[in-house]
């Protein structure tokens, strides 16, 4: 008669226990999808992105080229020369019997062959039309004084400078306005060579 309830126990154990199995496994299939004829399961998860490689050296693109400004020519130097940044001197000057009208001009004398703008605004006083002649003419030929340590006895200082300025003369000399300037140039040159040699200006 205690055989029975064990027997009928050891039954609904074995029932419950399939029970649950079977539970497991519908959750597994839902859960990993598609299930093949051999019992084995395929996923059905989407695959990850795998990003490009960066692209190597070789394989990128040029530099866009690289625009190249010709050397300016003095005559376009002479058209674009602009105020340099000094101030005229006080009060107004005055120079073999007349007043000056450019005074910066003769500020920026002093500085021509030693900086860029001071000459640029030089050689754009020594072209502008509306300064007496006579002004231009000494702009010009005070070359070989204005900005020397000493115009009657040059020292060895002064001759990179010297000679920068007789290379410009030589340089702006065919594009001269007008004959007052070219005769200029041909007196400060010969003075300024004549520096080189030892000689004092006439």
């Known amino acids: 008669m205690k055989s029975k309830p064990v027997i009928l126990i050891a039954t609904l154990t074995a ?3 399939c029970g649950i199995t079977i539970v ?3 959750n597994f299939k839902d859960r990993i999808g598609t299930e093949a004829v051999d019992g084995s399961a395929i996923s059905a998860a989407p695959l990850p992105v795998i990003p490009a490689p960066p692209e190597t050296s070789a394989q990128q693109k040029d530099p866009p080229p690289v625009a190249v400004t010709p050397a300016a020519t003095p005559e376009a130097t002479i058209k674009e020369a602009k105020p340099a940044d000094i101030a005229p001197p006080e009060p107004p000057l005055k120079i073999n019997g007349y007043e000056v009208q450019d005074p910066m001009a003769r500020v920026a004398l002093s500085f021509v062959g030693s900086d860029p703008q001071a000459e640029s605004y030089w050689m754009g006083a020594i072209n502008d039309s509306s300064l007496p002649a006579e002004e231009r003419k000494d702009l010009i030929e005070d070359l070989n004084e204005d900005g020397l340590s000493d115009p009657h006895h040059p020292t060895a200082q002064d001759m990179p ?3 920068r300025r007789i290379q410009l003369i030589e340089q702006l000399v065919p594009y001269a306005m007008d004959s007052v300037n070219r005769d200029a140039f ?3 040159h010969k003075d300024l060579v004549g520096l080189l ?6």
């Open 15 to 17: 029932v419950v226990g």
């Open 24 to 26: 497991l496994t519908l």
């Open 161 to 163: 400078l010297i000679m």
């Open 186 to 188: 041909a007196e400060a």
């Open 197 to 202: 040699n030892g000689q004092e200006p006439q």
